[in-house]
């Protein structure tokens, strides 16, 4: 993992093939959703590397030993739609975590983010916050969904993406220096249409097989 003041990147060799399927146009929607949990599950080894852990005395069946517990409570936050690619691999690895959701979807002229539906634990201030989205390109939606968090109370947050743009990772940089970004990648930069390139193309339409 290559570490950048706030930005990490998981460069590790499974991951960069995984992406590399994620780019390919010609992966079907099914592979594309079984590719992102995958990668989504080891993204989050690396991000959990630091965490805390507590000890707790156990006994297996023949003598006592020391048991470890995460000491956080985690909450996973993936920005709707194309965060939910994430989620099951998170939790495949982090169980006890509750999930909270934001609702956000970029509108296609302004590229403003608008927002549609939330809804947190009520564990969210006390928690160290994950939130997921495989796409940080203008930054507009990561940035809006930090400062709504923010305001729900979230202190202890880490921004995940699959790919990010130099412009989006600046943006939260700029705006939440707080709160580190982990990404798989950054790309070179983005179209007029705020789509990243070389990108992967619009990861909800991908997901759930609603391009046009
Ligand atoms: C995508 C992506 C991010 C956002 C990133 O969502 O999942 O949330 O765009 O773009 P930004 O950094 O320029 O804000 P989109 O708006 O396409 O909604 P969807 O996930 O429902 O398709
Ligand atoms: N959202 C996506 O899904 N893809 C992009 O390239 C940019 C924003």
Redo the contacts with the bound molecule.
């Keep these: 993992m290559k570490k950048i003041n706030n930005l990490f990147i998981i460069d590790h060799p499974l991951v960069k093939r995984d992406v590399s399927i994620l780019r390919d146009k010609r992966t079907p929607n099914h592979l594309f959703r079984t590719v992102m949990s995958r990668i989504a599950g080891m993204m989050a080894f690396e991000v959990t590397k630091n965490f805390s852990v507590d000890t707790f005395d156990l006994n297996t069946p023949l003598e006592k030993t020391t048991g470890y517990k995460l000491h956080d409570e985690i909450v996973i936050v993936p920005i709707l739609r194309?965060g939910l690619g994430m989620v099951e691999g998170f939790l495949n690895v982090l169980p006890e975590a509750r999930v909270g959701h934001v609702g956000l979807y970029?509108d296609e002229e302004t590229l403003e983010p608008v927002d549609y539906y939330s809804k947190f634990p009520s564990t969210l201030s006390k928690s160290l916050v994950l939130l997921i989205d495989p796409?940080l390109?203008t930054g507009g939606s990561a940035k809006a969904a930090l400062s709504f968090m923010k305001s729900k109370g979230a202190n202890n947050i880490r921004m995940v993406s699959l790919v990010a743009s130099p412009a989006g990772v600046q943006i939260v940089a700029k705006n939440h220096p707080d709160v580190p970004i982990y990404c798989a990648v950054v790309d070179r930069g983005l179209n007029s249409k705020?789509?990243?390139l070389p990108?992967l193309?619009?990861?909800?339409d991908r997901v759930f097989g609603t391009e046009s």
């Design positions: 194309a970029r796409m390109a705020g789509y990243i990108g193309g619009d990861a909800g």
